[in-house]
């Protein structure tokens, strides 16, 4: 066998085998979906959707016509940042009347329960988050990975909101 028709058949043996690797690596390639991500980087809704009224937007995450997957996960984001809304809102009232009560137990020399209320709300916190991250991650590789996790967020958000009660209550 010629010298040249050898260095043709090894080349081409080293282009197949570097095909089939990169083949194989873009097989197995990362997507947005497959990696984990940091849900207080992602890009706060108000800047996803500038340039629209809340009309506008409500009616958009309501119907979700011609929306695409960015949209729907913007959309379930929006409604966890209403919902965390809601429950700061709650969490101040909560946390300001154990604040007026810990004055007279701190004056009688009794533990104060405003700085357990804290620790709660942030062991709380702490739990949504990963609860909810294992939510999502069980999906694997899902396209609808975002927003299962914003509508986690979202659900277990309302629900402490709907318990939170004032300590006179």
Avoid at 75 to 80: I, L, N, T, V
Avoid at 96 to 110: M, P, R, T
Wanted: aromatic share 12%; with cysteine.
């Amino acid at each position: 066998m010629p010298v040249t028709k050898l260095i043709f058949l090894s080349l081409r043996n080293i282009a197949s085998t570097i095909f089939l690797v990169m083949a194989s690596y873009s097989a197995y390639a990362s997507t947005i979906y497959s990696v984990p991500f940091d849900y207080k980087r992602a890009t706060p809704t108000n800047i996803y959707f500038s340039g629209k009224t809340e009309a506008e937007i409500s009616r958009f995450c309501k119907t979700q016509s011609h929306a695409s997957q960015a949209d729907v996960d913007a959309c379930a984001h929006r409604d966890f940042e209403k919902a965390s809304a809601e429950l700061l809102k709650r969490a101040s009232e909560v946390g300001n009347a154990y604040k007026s009560g810990d004055v007279e137990l701190e004056e009688n020399g009794q533990p104060t329960a405003g700085p357990y209320f804290l620790k709660s709300m942030a062991a709380w916190a702490d739990f949504r988050d990963a609860a909810c991250y294992a939510e999502t991650y069980a999906l694997g590789e899902a396209s609808s990975r975002y927003v299962e996790f914003w509508d986690c967020m979202t659900r277990i958000t309302k629900a402490l909101t709907n318990e939170l009660s004032s300590p006179k209550d």
